[in-house]
DNA sequence: CCTGAAACGCCTCCGTT
DNA sequence: AACGGAGGCGTTTCAGG
């Protein structure tokens, strides 16, 4: 399996501040050609770094709702599944899930209706309790600093090195540590799509 | 001065979901041509709503260093020069400053040495406490609802309707609620400017 | 995995409505 | 403001190393 080389790293950072640049362009910057900066970015599309193109918006120009910031204390162990419903929710921008079982989520709300989206989204089993704060102004500055690529292996969670496997399951990446992570994580993917 | 209408909505909502996408087959999509997309995107731009084109990637197989959540309580009236300091750090991904005083940053260190961070961005006379929370998990999911182009003034502070201004000052748009807001402001920008 | 040429498709300028 | 055509780039495919 390959990781990312300067390269790529040169791609990235110049797709960072404009994602609409010409591939041309951004070949004649990292030293290549305009196919080798397709295939590149297709690569990386494939491994999952690029999860797409978007768009950097101002969002304090418009008016949706109330823009919020909630805090919320999960019951142990229940922090990943508050995460996924609200994850899912249409007013909901973004979803930071700590390691200290803490779900700190921002959203656009129509009048500060935050029970309501919890309401819709979460089994509030799941919470033990929840602040709001009102967001005043936020910023957004994707950098990417001199990243390397590790995923964790998808069955055991080790980091995955050079050494590992990458596999693509209906359209999505999956890394593995090692071959037998592999195939154990196959065979239980494959058994329960079949009972789906 | 000319709001959004749902034309720009569904331009908005598209090049979010792909921001390469052409624009002729976003012309299809809106029953446009594609010249008079490239305009209103133009428009977008000039406007301040869109800020850009960028990449949405997936940082969690990047190892970058340790994700984090800050969560600093500035001194009192001292929120905006907290945000302004760590906006320009380069670990520093997210700031989003809340209307009791609070700054949530998400960043990327090299091993959790947050404090180091904050001394080199951030006067910790304007700093009251703070907490640190490892990130476990971030998704980003742009949405756009029945969003509806609402700038503050910039002069006043107050929403701006349809009559109102606007004016671009080296490369910058700036609202205005009336032309008498809008000429203090230039005045006092011109008279900043000559200073400097 | 890359390059270079060539075909195709897309973007944008312009004249027009 | 938007359309349609024309010219000029940008992207992508393909053969070759």
Redesign the interface.
């Known amino acids: 399996m390959r990781g ?1 080389d300067d390269t790529d790293r040169g791609i ?1 950072r110049l ?6 640049r010409p591939f041309s362009d951004i070949a004649e910057e990292v030293g290549l050609s305009a196919p080798a900066v397709s295939d590149r970015v297709d690569r990386l599309q494939e ?19 109330v823009p919020v ?1 909630v805090e919320i204390d999960a019951e142990p162990g229940r ?1 990943a599944a508050v ?1 996924d419903g609200l ?1 899912d929710a ?11 079982g ?1 779900v ?1 989520v ?1 959203a ?1 709300v129509p009048q500060a209706e935050v029970s309501d989206l919890l309401d819709a989204h979460v089994d509030l089993n799941d919470v033990d309790s929840y602040e709001v ?20 292996c998808a069955e055991c969670g080790n ?1 995955v090195d050079e050494e590992g496997e990458r596999t693509v399951l209906d359209g999505d990446s999956y ?1 593995f540590c090692c071959g037998s992570c592999e195939s154990r994580f196959v065979d239980h993917y494959e058994s329960l799509k079949e009972g789906a």
Chains 1, 2 share one sequence.
């Not at 491994?47 to 709702?65: E, H, N």
């Open positions: 990312l990235v797709l960072l501040e404009d994602a609409r491994m999952g770094i690029v999860r797409g193109f978007t768009l950097d918006l101002d969002r304090s120009l418009l008016r949706a709702g910031l922090a995460r994850a249409d007013a909901v921008e973004h979803v930071f899930r700590t390691a200290d803490r700190t921002t656009t704060r009102l967001v005043a102004d936020s910023e957004w500055t994707p950098g990417l600093g001199t990243a390397e690529f590790a995923p964790e980091t890394y």
